[in-house]
């Protein structure tokens, strides 16, 4: 059974980039039946889809956010990384990592529901 | 992007009622690329429905989702105790993904 779990640095500066990493276990990074988002959630409020990544480490970001996300999967560790430059207070959030699995019929694939997920860490951008 | 409103806000129900949430899209959601997840305090949301109407591995047969279109619902009958959550409905059918602003299920 995969988990996930993220982990971070609690706090960050105004315009300093943010990085969090998510550590998979009891599945592959790798696997071709898999890709893997970040949403993020600010406290009290709703849910954000930030991005994801597939097994060839393709990315695909929220236009809301393209600009200022990089994410990448490291298959030695089989870790996943995001990072979020120049941020701001409203950039604090819990960020989440998922597993999205890929579904195919009648010769489509598609993806895009999120199962299951990390517990999430609190960053907070303060100075 | 696929704005998803849900209503209502908040729904006061007691245990053993049923729950009937709505989460409508600005925007036709291709194929039924809908999904709807369930979120108690401090915890991570766990998905409940996909497909719009497929069950996830080990959700109750209580949880049903249906609709298509634009207009989708998620039906919680007989709540249990630990039914009483926030609920956000999540749309993958059209780029960005998107998320509803959630509805609160309280006693």
């Known amino acids: 059974q995969v988990q996930l779990q993220e982990s971070g640095p609690g706090l960050v500066k105004p315009l300093e980039t943010l990085s969090v990493t998510c550590s998979v276990s009891?599945?592959?990074?790798?696997?071709?039946?898999?890709?893997w988002s970040w949403i993020r959630q600010p406290p009290g409020k709703g849910l954000e889809w930030i991005g994801y990544?597939?097994?060839?480490?393709?990315?695909n970001y929220n236009p809301s956010l393209k600009s200022r996300v990089t994410m990448s999967a490291d298959t030695s560790k089989n870790q996943l990384s995001l990072t979020l430059s120049s941020v701001t207070a409203a950039d604090t959030a819990v960020y989440y990592c998922?597993?999205?699995?890929?579904?195919?019929?009648?010769?489509?694939?598609?993806?895009?529901?999120?199962?299951?997920w990390g517990q999430g860490t609190l960053v907070t951008v303060s100075s | 992007e696929t704005v998803l409103t849900q209503s209502p806000g908040t729904l006061s129900l007691s245990q053993g009622q049923r729950a009937t949430l709505s989460c409508r899209a600005s925007?036709?959601?291709?194929?039924?690329?809908l999904a709807w997840y369930q979120q108690r305090p401090g915890q991570a949301p766990r998905l409940l429905i996909y497909?719009?109407?497929i069950r996830a591995t080990g959700i109750p047969d209580r949880f049903s989702g249906s609709g298509s279109g634009t207009d989708f619902t998620l039906i919680i009958n007989r709540l249990e105790p630990e039914d009483f959550a926030e609920y956000y409905c999540?749309?993958?059918?059209?780029?960005?993904?998107?998320f509803g602003q959630g509805t609160r299920v309280e006693i």
């Open positions: 998922t597993r999205d699995p890929v579904m195919c019929a009648d010769g489509r694939c598609f993806v895009g529901y999120f199962d299951p």
């Open positions: 009891g599945g592959s990074v790798r696997s071709i039946s898999y890709y």
């Open positions: 990544i597939d097994y060839n480490g393709n990315a």
């Open positions: 925007q036709f959601v291709t194929s039924n690329h």
């Open positions: 497909g719009a109407s």
């Open positions: 999540q749309q993958y059918g059209n780029s960005p993904w998107t």
